[in-house]
């Protein structure tokens, strides 16, 4: 498939889309679908609710791509937090079991033979992170981003008062910003086509 | 509770809805909070990097673009017409129109058109965007007004430049049109619409 849109920053394909350009939709799913969906899979456990949440997030963008505010925000993180509250909203609601999420070893070997050199990359860099952070901070941002547990209920099964709680998830998340963000480690769409 | 507190919590979606609620409203109102919250969904936003990513079935792709296809949000661009004023609700309300156009013209010396695009989300709520806008001038501020089938204009809320989400819903087949009003705008128009579209 030739992807004539490839040139354009994911920023200018949401103002396309703004404009329901459909190209522009499907340039930005080729580009994140897959980093969508296997969020969306991490988060439900289900492959059918995991293809709802990454549709109505697509949608959403869809139908909301005028709002977007470029300066503000890169449309990844955007797009990405569409995905991650539905499927969060998705897992709540089944009330499913997410216990299991507290086990990081199950983790299906890989993402496939044919998995993008550019995801793999990323995925590494963001494991490494998290591996560097405190074991209680690395648990508290991995249930409650991946587990989709409320602050509340992390309180509850950790054991700890819910200010324990908040802090650990904001130096978390700050450690994570300082390590992801060092220089050099910047990967550019165009070195992926 | 502290509600400055929630901000790492939210982006990680870690709050019930009742929190979350009273977050939103909080940020309307603290910079400090929105400028810590852009930052902190980036982290969080990498985090979904950190998933192992199987290939989506093929499917999702085309069951998305077909349902975004019959979403399709309804935009039509209107050229703005300067020199043939069809007789809106809005002109009808005109009073300077001559001024108008004169002050658009010196705004724009090189004539070029305006386009208007409405995008009209599922529930109705819409946002307005013109292109060739120029910031408008001192003590001057861009009013939209949504015009329904034959009903009086109503305020859509004001900007000075590019666009904004329009107030309140925009029924079918109303107009959505611009004009140049005082500063802090008007509740009915009192100049020529600049540009119109129609959803």
């Given at each position: 498939m030739s992807r004539q849109l490839a040139h354009l920053s994911d920023e200018a394909l949401v103002l396309m889309a703004a404009?329901?350009?459909?190209?522009?939709?499907?340039?930005?799913?080729?580009?994140?679908?897959?980093?969508?969906?296997?969020l969306a899979l991490r988060v439900v456990r289900d492959p059918a609710l995991a293809e709802d949440a990454v549709q109505e997030a697509f949608l959403a963008l869809w139908n909301s791509a005028a709002r977007f505010v470029p300066e503000k925000s890169k449309a990844s993180t955007w797009i990405l937090t569409l995905v991650h509250r539905r499927a969060v909203d998705?897992?709540?609601?089944?009330?499913?079991?997410?216990?299991?999420?507290?086990?990081?070893?199950?983790?299906?070997?890989?993402g496939g033979v044919d998995e993008d050199a550019w995801l793999r990359l990323q995925r590494e860099r963001v494991q490494a992170a998290l591996r560097s952070l405190p074991d209680a901070q690395r648990e508290a941002l991995e249930l409650a981003y991946y587990g989709g547990f409320s602050q509340s209920e992390l309180a509850e099964r950790l054991g700890q008062p819910i200010g324990t709680i908040k802090s650990r998830m904001f130096a978390g998340l700050s450690r994570l910003r300082e390590l992801l963000g060092e220089p050099g480690t910047e990967v550019s769409w165009t070195s992926t086509i | 509770m502290d509600v400055h507190d929630l901000t790492a919590a939210y982006a990680l979606d870690a709050l019930e809805p009742a929190e979350?609620?009273?977050?939103?409203a909080h940020l309307g109102q603290c910079e400090d909070c929105r400028a810590q919250l852009a930052e902190l969904n980036e982290s969080a936003a990498a985090l979904a990097f950190g998933a192992v990513a199987p290939a989506p079935p093929a499917h999702l792709r085309e069951s998305i673009l077909a349902a975004a296809a019959a979403e399709r949000s309804n935009v039509v661009p209107l050229f703005r017409r300067r020199f043939a004023p069809r007789v809106l609700a809005v002109a009808a309300a005109a009073a300077a129109c001559v001024a108008v156009g004169f002050t658009v013209a010196a705004l724009r010396p090189g004539g070029t058109h305006l386009v208007a695009t409405v995008v009209l989300a599922a529930d109705r709520t819409a946002t307005l965007q013109v292109d060739g806008l120029a910031h408008a001038p001192q003590g001057k501020t861009y009013e939209a007004w949504v015009i329904p089938a034959g009903g009086a204009p109503r305020p859509a809320g004001i900007f000075t430049g590019g666009g904004l989400t329009l107030r309140g819903k925009v029924p079918a087949h109303a107009v959505v049109a611009v004009t140049l009003e005082r500063a802090g705008g008007v509740s009915a128009p009192t100049t020529t619409p600049l540009v119109e579209a129609r959803t």
């Open positions: 404009r329901s350009e459909e190209s522009a939709l499907a340039e930005l799913y080729d580009r994140y679908g897959r980093a969508a969906y296997g998705a897992v709540r609601r089944e009330q499913r079991r997410r216990a299991d999420s507290l086990d990081h070893a199950p983790e299906p070997s890989v | 979350a609620e009273a977050y939103e």
